[in-house]
């Protein structure tokens, strides 16, 4: 059975401990199950396990980056007894390297981003790629202590450069919470019969399959990418992507799919990809994932430009 993990991410002082502290103290949240905490950042704010509602949380503090491997995790969890764990990360460590680190059986059910509206611009102005790390994958954005002067419309545009699924939540000082209600329309047709993606759109709709998956499952795209093979994938399929560069250089990642094709495939080769998605528990991913299930596939020139940027 998967172990659900409810992920929250941000830097120091933006407001996690405190939402999961009341998180824990709300009886919704709480039916019996045994929480196992890890705490990888300690802030002023502490938890209060007297407060929690249930009374068994099991609170693990992880120091060093290097102690998220998954025999030291589910050393914990079986310590704990837990069916549940929740973790507040470190705002200056890499999400690969938890996701990394996780056992098989441990999966990512909520992730969400916790940032102080009066320091958020400084920090992706200086640290954008952590920014931008935490912002991929995230459901949601809360902005705390956004009062009147927050340009909503900067920070939109930071969160949609990378993610245009997570919602984003302005909580002003007396904490009284608004959405953002921004609409960003997609540079591709997602109702056509096949959905076309320009080459230097591949990072857009890369970012928006994976955080819509189930609204592109049973639908036809074709896009250009690059072959990847190796023995992790099983036979009569290979992976097809793109290296994208979220921020700078440093942060170029090959983002890729899994495609069932039953010819042989040449690793680096560019090809263009007619397929129909599916929405699928996969080996390769570990986890449900998006599966293309390829129509035809056809040689191709690489793209002007190889690696996509994301803005």
């Known amino acids: 059975m998967a172990v659900p993990v409810y992920l929250f991410t941000g830097f120091l002082d933006s407001g996690k401990t405190k939402f999961m502290q009341e998180t824990l103290e709300d009886p919704r949240f709480n039916t019996g199950e045994n929480t196992l905490l890890l705490v990888c950042e300690e802030g002023e704010e502490e938890y209060d396990q007297k407060k929690m509602r249930c009374g ?10 290097s102690d998220l491997t998954p025999e030291h995790l589910a050393a914990l969890l079986a310590r704990a007894d837990a069916d549940r764990v929740m973790v507040e990360y470190n705002g200056m460590w890499l999400l ?10 441990w999966t990512i059910y909520q992730e969400m981003m916790f940032c102080d509206a009066r320091t958020f611009l400084s920090y992706n102005a200086n640290m954008r790629q952590l920014v931008a790390d935490k912002l991929a994958g995230c459901e ?4 705390n202590r956004a009062d009147s002067s927050v340009d909503r419309a900067a920070f939109h545009s930071i969160v949609r450069s990378v993610t245009r699924a997570a919602s984003i939540v302005y909580e002003d000082p007396m904490g009284n919470a608004e959405y953002d209600d921004i609409e960003d329309p997609l540079p591709f047709d997602v109702d056509a019969p096949i959905i076309e993606i320009k080459d230097e759109d591949y990072a857009i709709w890369y970012y928006d399959l994976t955080d819509k998956m189930d609204e592109y499952n049973g639908k036809t795209v074709r896009f250009k990418g690059r072959v990847a093979t190796g023995k992790g994938l099983p036979k009569g399929c290979f992976a097809i992507g793109r290296h994208i560069m979220t921020c700078c250089a440093e942060d170029v990642q090959f983002t890729a799919l899994i495609c069932n094709w039953p010819e042989e495939m040449r690793a ?27 129509i035809s596939v056809e040689p191709a020139q690489p793209p002007a430009q190889e690696v996509c940027q994301l803005y």
């Open 140 to 143: 949601m954005v809360v902005f």
């Open 96 to 105: 690969r390297s938890l996701i990394n680190g996780m056992p098989e059986d």
């Open 56 to 65: 068994n949380v099991a609170v693990e503090v992880i120091e060093n980056e």
């Open 268 to 294: 680096k080769e560019w090809v263009t990809v007619t397929a129909k998605i599916s929405v699928q528990f996969h080996k390769s991913y570990k986890r449900r994932g998006t599966v293309l299930n390829a």
